[in-house]
């Protein structure tokens, strides 16, 4: 079992939500925390007792990986990396700008392989370690009106899932979790709808969020759907035919609130030079 006393916990994605909140929660557990995210202010309010804070740009390869060699020198290494940084958009295709589809690929997906390749390799030469990475309902099924944020949610899930097999036999020590919520209260999801299924199922409440996360990574739960009872509605519609799927869907409108979510503005971050190389 995960246990978050004594840890050495590294959370992107940390400066707000739920990120901030889990920062919070692992801290009170006894866990030495270190909080990243691009947004300086809001980590400004966090530092301090346990918790450490680096300004890192998680889509930039070369600042993270600067960034932990900084971490394995201040901590000794990170036990538990919980990767929570990412990036809404709710426009359909043809209208998501090419410069947003870059900007969500990069912090949801391509961040992942950057921080995983930079804080596994500790844990699978100790023997032990726990990844964490934060996805959402629409990992597992599409969702109208966000094919980017949905395509890099199912990129997430199978990296994690192969992240996870590749350990069994590598080092079985180090356990993954792969967490699911529904849409969550934060601000990212503004303007979403309610669905048929309301309130049996509504936003969840980032509070509670954040402890059942930590909850899922101490329990070493390799799959976390919130809420409890999501996976009785995520899996049939997976397994369903695409007709019969599409018909539940569109009964219970699901994901229908997908299509009217804005959310915070989602500018282009600036690509330092060493991005592509």
Same mark, same amino acid.
């Given at each position: ?81 919980? %990767?929570?940084?990412? $990036?809404?958009? +709710? !426009?359909?295709? #043809?209208?998501?700008?090419?410069? @947003? &589809?870059?900007? /969500? ?14 804080? %596994?390799?500790?844990? $699978?030469?100790? +023997? !032990?370690?726990? #990844?964490?990475?934060?996805?959402? @309902? &629409?990992?597992? /099924? ?31 020590? @180090? ?35 954040? @402890? ?66």
């Amino acid at each position: 079992m995960t246990q978050m006393r004594g840890s050495r916990v590294l959370i992107t994605g940390a400066a707000s939500g739920i990120g901030r909140l889990m920062a919070l929660e692992a801290a009170g557990r006894g866990a030495q925390v270190m909080a990243w995210d691009i947004d300086a202010t809001g980590l400004a309010s966090l530092a301090g007792g346990s918790m450490r804070c680096q300004v890192v740009d998680v889509t930039d390869r070369q600042a993270v990986y600067a960034a932990a060699s900084d971490v394995e020198e201040t901590l000794g290494g990170v036990d538990v990396l919980v %990767l929570n940084a990412g $990036v809404v958009c +709710g !426009r359909p295709l #043809l209208e998501i700008p090419d410069g @947003v &589809v870059r900007t /969500v690929m990069d912090v949801n997906v391509l961040a992942l392989f950057w921080c995983t390749k930079a804080f %596994l390799p500790g844990m $699978v030469q100790r +023997g !032990r370690g726990h #990844l964490a990475v934060i996805g959402s @309902v &629409v990992s597992a /099924v599409p969702a109208a009106g966000a094919s980017a944020y949905v395509a890099s949610k199912h990129a997430a899930y199978g990296f994690t899932e192969t992240v996870r097999l590749e350990l069994r036999t590598q080092a079985p020590g @180090v356990r993954t979790t792969f967490v699911m919520p529904y849409l969550i209260n934060t601000g990212m999801f503004e303007g979403a709808g309610e669905t048929r299924l309301y309130p049996l199922l509504r936003m969840l409440e980032p509070e509670p969020v954040a @402890v059942r996360v930590i909850d899922g990574i101490e329990r070493d739960k390799a799959r976390l759907v919130l809420p409890a009872w999501g996976p009785a509605l995520i899996f049939p519609l997976r397994m369903l035919p695409p007709r019969a799927s599409d018909w539940l869907q569109d009964m219970l409108g699901f994901l229908t609130p997908m299509q009217s979510v804005h959310g915070r503005a989602l500018a282009r971050r600036p690509r330092s030079p060493q991005a592509d190389t």
